[in-house]
């Protein structure tokens, strides 16, 4: 079966590509699977200037989930265009880079940097990272300043698809998803993670260096569920859901709410095949439910 | 059934519990595995993580390899938390994911002499070194044990080996191993290399008389890790040159001198 997917100009073979910060730049993988076989591949999100990120413990497991607080510790923009870019198979499959800067003066310069590089398909702006003091999620909560953002992006890199990744930790996510597209993005995802936090009652420390971090996995599911189908129900591009993704199941859930592709994110620390495996079993569950296309299954959800 | 996702440099398996044998105390299990078809260098680890979890826990567990022979691939557990727990009590001929060898291992040469230092399960990665080491003689043990001796597999290591256990108990018992440790350590340094792995305070103390005395050493760490192959970042420790890296492939295994600890 044809799963391919036109994101408003950026085809993919299939639905199914990983989220960033979870499946490092690719190459990590390389060894469990066939990186051609994916949708695209979103590398870990980058800034201007290498970042080290925030002390340890920086992780914590929770119940069905786990709650992070990396502080987008990256090799730079830089060094990944040298390093690692050239190693990636961006011709068969496409390469999605991530976003980070403090402002969006920086946003504009990293995005103009990017949108030179052939070998880069699209790029996805981090306007909902919960784990750095500057930037990050303070555009992402105030439509005026997510706008903002999206439209210096735009004006730095005017060729290459902007996908800006939003938020849940907001009051009402379908005002800044409609923001969003009318600065000019051309595909939403969402969501990044939400803030969580978790104590050890013996110690009595938080159980993350950072105190605070961002809950992903199985658990917010229901949560990135409801909001997708929110903002899918109010913008005319592209969605691409993600939160707790873990089977072909889970996919075609968020694709039957109204997204056109999915990203994994934290269920590839479960299993670094798994991903791999997902792109297969797709197809056998869309012929198992007697599903003629992608498209016809999208957005299909019947409400009362 | 080996079934093998996967074949390029690292393996994602997923093989078949063959049993479970407590080591004398209900917290102390090695697991024996189906063996994967690759090698290892001690010092090297693997991901765990039982098909039966599905969605919760949530991560994998990292596990030093223990000893790997043509039947079975062992590995030492100590029940520690939730997912020790779980797999403590898992069924023989449940199904388990399992990727490896991960990291970098001990450098080892055979002709050097190794004073090996353990705290308590960081004995781990030794049991394999030790037993296949054609000439044990080279190699010395000093064991520092807070349960009985008995729960770790330090009987078993060869007698050619020079081997000393010591029991902690308190905070007097625990000042005296680092007295010994000092002291081996200063009275071994330059006659070959030192080998460690234990639990964080034990690394400090080692990592201290090592530079201290300047004598080479490698040391292993245990970190909290989500995935075991670079993606989380969850697992950094800091280094002299390179700031915060990922110990789940520029480690376990570190030169001394290179960890800030």
Redesign the interface.
């Known amino acids: 079966m044809n799963t391919s997917v036109d994101l408003g100009g950026l085809r993919l073979k299939n639905p199914i590509m990983s989220a960033s910060?979870?499946?490092?730049y690719g190459l990590?993988?390389?060894?469990?699977?066939?990186l051609q076989k994916l949708g695209a591949i979103v590398v870990?999100g980058l800034s201007l200037q290498p970042r080290?990120?925030n002390p340890?413990?920086?992780?914590?497991?929770t119940?069905?989930?786990?709650l992070?607080a990396?502080g987008l510790?990256n090799v730079g923009v830089e060094k990944f265009l040298r390093e690692k870019l050239p190693f990636l198979p961006a011709d068969k499959t496409p390469v999605i880079a991530n976003l980070y800067a403090q402002g969006a003066g920086e946003f504009a310069e990293l995005a103009a940097i990017l949108g030179d590089e052939p070998k880069v398909s699209a790029l996805e702006i981090n306007i909902s990272c919960p784990n750095v003091r500057c930037g990050g999620v303070q555009f992402g909560q105030d439509p005026e300043a997510a706008a903002f953002v999206t439209r210096q992006v735009r004006r730095a890199c005017p060729d290459k698809p902007l996908i800006i990744k939003l938020s849940p930790n907001v009051m009402d996510i379908r005002v800044i998803a409609r923001s969003v597209q009318e600065a000019g993005a051309d595909i939403i995802s969402l969501i990044n993670t939400l803030g969580g936090m978790a104590v050890d009652i013996h110690s009595r420390k938080p159980r993350l260096a950072n105190t605070v971090g961002g809950l992903s996995?199985?658990a917010v599911k229901p949560v990135a569920l409801k909001m997708v189908y929110e903002v899918c129900g109010v913008v005319d591009i592209p969605v691409i859901g993600l939160g707790g993704i873990?089977s072909a199941r889970d996919a075609l859930e968020f694709i039957m709410v109204g997204a056109h592709a999915v990203q994994i994110g934290?269920a590839?620390?479960?299993?670094?095949?798994l991903i791999?495996?997902l792109v297969d079993e797709l197809p056998v569950l869309l012929a198992e439910l007697g599903v003629e296309s992608l498209e016809k299954f999208r957005g299909s959800l019947e409400t009362a | 059934m080996h079934n093998t996702c996967q074949t390029k440099s690292r393996f994602c398996d997923r093989v078949r519990l063959l049993g479970l044998d407590f080591a004398g105390h209900p917290d102390f299990v090695h697991l024996y595995l189906e063996p994967p078809s690759w090698d290892y260098t001690p010092g090297q680890f693997v991901m765990l993580r039982p098909e039966i979890w599905v969605q919760d826990p949530i991560w994998p567990r990292p596990f030093s390899i223990c000893e790997k022979t043509p039947e079975y691939m062992r590995i030492f557990v100590q029940v520690v938390g939730r997912g020790t727990s779980l797999l403590s009590s898992a069924v023989p001929d449940s199904e388990i994911n399992m990727w490896g060898p991960l990291g970098r291992g001990f450098r080892l040469s055979l002709d050097k002499r190794y004073l090996i230092l353990a705290g308590g399960m960081g004995i781990a990665p030794f049991v394999g070194l030790c037993k296949e080491h054609p000439y044990p003689g080279k190699l010395s043990l000093i064991f520092g044990h807070r349960m009985d001796r008995s729960c770790y597999p330090f009987d078993e290591l060869p007698g050619e080996m020079q081997r000393q256990s010591m029991r902690q108990t308190n905070q007097e018992d625990m000042e005296h191993f680092g007295r010994v440790l000092q002291e081996q350590i200063a009275r071994f340094a330059f006659k070959g290399e030192i080998l460690a792995c234990g639990p964080m305070p034990f690394l400090q103390v080692v990592h201290k008389h090592v530079l201290e005395t300047g004598a080479p050493a490698q040391l292993s760490v245990e970190t909290r890790m989500a995935c075991g192959v670079g993606a989380c970042l969850g697992c950094v420790v800091e280094t002299r040159s390179q700031g915060l890296v990922q110990s789940c492939v520029q480690g376990p295994v570190f030169d001394a001198g290179e960890l800030v600890l």
């Open positions: 910060g979870t499946f490092g990590e993988f390389a060894p469990y699977g066939d870990k080290s990120g340890p413990p920086r992780i914590t497991e119940p069905c989930g786990m992070n990396i510790q996995g199985p873990c934290t590839n620390f479960m299993r670094p095949d791999f495996d």
